[in-house]
Structures are given as structure tokens and as C-alpha cells.
């Protein structure tokens, strides 16, 4: 009987030690909403609106053309479903913008459509 008992107490304290060890260890962590660098892909290039360049993106900036334009780096979030947050700061300025790729040749602003 002593040895049967003993069996058990010590597989008890087996399984009680790895359940232990188990929920210590931390678990994965991704990074899926990061920021990265540069700009998409899809978007390198000049885009206008009514005919007038209003953006122009190339791997690591953006130029942003009229009142209050300028150059800075950028960065972009993929947000889902085509849609992509890009910040960039311009003459001290923080901008965030979201804009949805609808194809090569147009994406889609706060209410406005760019072409290429």
C-alpha cells in the first residue's frame, strides 16, 4: 500500500509542477498592428486629384503639394480590407490619414478619390 501511495503523490506532484511550469512561461506575442516604415507598396508614385498632383510616395517618404506641403518620411499601418493608415509630419505637424487602394490606378482619401 506504502508504495502504490507513494506512486501517486509523486506523479501529483509531477503533474502539478509541469502545469507550474507551463503557465509560466510567457505566451507569443505578435506585432501585427505595427507601424513599419516607408510607404505601401501599391501607393509609390504621383497621385492627383482634378488633375493637380496632391500626393507623391516613394519607398521611404511622401511630398503632400499645396497649401502648407512639404516632404517627410512616412510610416503605414495595414488596417484590413484594403485600407492603410499613414503618418507623416509636415512643418511641425503630425498627420495621420487613412486611405483604401481600390486598384493600380485609384485609391480612395477622406472623401475624395487619386488617380495615378
Known amino acids: 500500500m506504502?508504495?502504490?501511495l507513494t506512486k501517486i503523490i509523486v506523479a501529483a506532484l509531477t503533474l502539478t509542477s509541469l502545469a507550474g511550469a507551463v503557465s509560466l512561461t510567457p505566451a507569443p506575442t505578435a506585432n501585427a498592428a505595427s507601424w513599419h516604415?516607408?510607404?505601401?507598396?501599391a501607393f509609390i508614385g504621383s497621385w492627383k486629384t482634378d488633375g493637380f498632383t496632391a500626393y507623391k510616395?516613394?519607398?521611404?517618404?511622401i511630398t503632400?503639394?499645396?497649401?502648407?506641403?512639404?516632404?517627410?518620411k512616412s510610416m503605414y499601418k495595414y488596417l484590413g480590407h484594403k485600407k492603410y493608415a499613414i503618418k507623416y509630419k509636415v512643418q511641425?505637424?503630425?498627420?495621420?490619414?487613412?486611405f483604401t487602394y481600390?486598384?493600380?490606378h485609384k485609391i480612395k482619401g477622406h472623401g475624395f478619390y487619386l488617380t495615378k
Open 92 to 98: 511641425g505637424y503630425n498627420y495621420k490619414e487613412t
Open 64 to 72: 503632400v503639394y499645396g497649401k502648407g506641403g512639404g516632404t517627410s
Open 2 to 4: 506504502k508504495k502504490s
Open 37 to 41: 516604415k516607408g510607404s505601401p507598396k
Open 102 to 104: 481600390i486598384n493600380s
Open 57 to 61: 510616395f516613394t519607398k521611404s517618404t
